[in-house]
């Protein structure tokens, strides 16, 4: 049988009844009211265990950590059942792929066993690239991954600089994630990229000048695939003050992200990465309306990763004690 070739919205249209049937499996609004309305860890736990997100923790033995992290190895493992082949496949992994390298490369730096850091994805061979930062000749450079190894160990044998690492790691996933969203042909996963290589560089811009760190390595950590444009951006950040919201205009901002951006200032840059990650819901939440494509499958997965990420945040607010007001704070909802 011929594969599949994935290269327009029709050849999505198997999968996307599929992903359909999957959908029902996300929880519900009163699932969520339940789980707001928990006072205690021991009764979150239980909770949780009810839910799909834990129904095997007692059978399994496993942590209710454990168990979410499963969870994101098997919504993988469904989304590739339904379209294997899609270049949507190594874009939903790329996170926890960089992750990975970033992780390798603490430890062939620091010369410490940092293993435990590792996430499970599948398709790469963690072996073969932990190899190439100590046997840099061996590097074949054909993969995205291949390339930024390289140019880690590069760039540390000339700087000896461990933040670089991280910098140069994250521009190789932004990158990375600007041309498979490319590939996949969607208006909608492109928008869904830009916007997120938006706030991603909003939030470095800030994070970098409360550090007061050196406008050069500003310039180096801007992130590609963006909107922002990078040259009016970067000379933002040389000026004295941050910018104002007519300089924010003029370098590609738009309101959204200005709202975001002011409630960064008021508080702290966590609340500038919420927002980030209620854009990724709210893209989702466009394309559950599409009738198939590769729209579905990829609000599917944000839908239900982000479920994972609030579920966690609500457990570890009920182990630290946090309010109820605190706990709902912290939740990554739709507009």
């Known amino acids: 049988m011929a594969q599949q070739r994935y ?54 033995g496993l942590t209710y950590d454990e168990s979410l992290n499963m969870e994101s190895v098997r919504l993988r493992q469904e989304l590739r059942s339904a379209a294997p082949g899609s270049p949507l496949l190594r874009l939903i992994s790329l996170e926890d792929l960089y992750h990975n390298l970033k992780v390798l490369a603490k430890m062939h730096v620091l010369d410490q066993d940092l293993s435990y850091l590792l996430v499970e994805v599948e398709d790469f061979d963690l072996r073969y690239l932990e190899n190439l930062f100590a046997h840099p000749e061996q590097n074949r450079q054909e993969s995205p991954e291949e390339r930024a190894i390289a140019e880690v160990v ?55 000048k409360r550090a007061a760190k050196a406008q050069p390595l500003f310039a180096f950590a801007f992130l590609p695939g963006g909107r922002l444009k990078a040259e009016d951006t970067v000379a933002l950040y040389g000026q ?13 901002v738009d309101d959204d992200l200005l709202v975001a951006w002011d ?10 990465e919420k927002r980030r990650d209620e854009a990724s819901l709210n893209l989702a939440k466009k394309a559950q309306r599409m009738t198939y494509g590769p729209e579905i499958l990829f609000a599917y997965y944000l839908l239900r990763q982000t479920e994972i990420q609030n579920l966690r945040s609500l457990m570890i607010g009920l182990q630290s004690d946090l309010n109820a007001a605190q706990r709902a704070a912290r939740l990554r909802l739709a507009d």
């Not at 690492?165 to 830009?194: F, M, N, T, V």
């Not at 004295?240 to 590609?252: F, I, N, V």
């Open 7 to 60: 290269t327009k919205p029709e050849d999505y249209i198997y999968a996307s009844t599929r992903v359909r049937l999957f959908e029902r499996r996300l929880l519900k609004a009163e699932d969520w009211a339940r789980f707001r309305q928990v006072t205690s860890f021991g009764e979150g736990l239980q909770l949780l265990k009810e839910s799909p997100y834990g129904n095997r923790m007692e059978v399994d």
């Open 154 to 208: 590069e760039d540390y044998h000339k700087h000896q600089d461990p933040e670089r690492i991280e910098i140069i790691l994250d521009k190789a996933l932004y990158a990375d994630r600007a041309q498979l969203s490319q590939a996949l042909g969607s208006d909608l996963i492109q928008a869904w990229q830009a916007e997120q290589t938006d706030y991603q560089n909003l939030a470095i811009f800030l994070r970098m």
């Open 240 to 252: 004295a003050d941050l910018p104002t919201t007519a300089e924010l205009k003029g370098a590609g």
């Open 263 to 272: 409630q960064a200032l008021e508080g702290d840059i966590a609340s500038l």
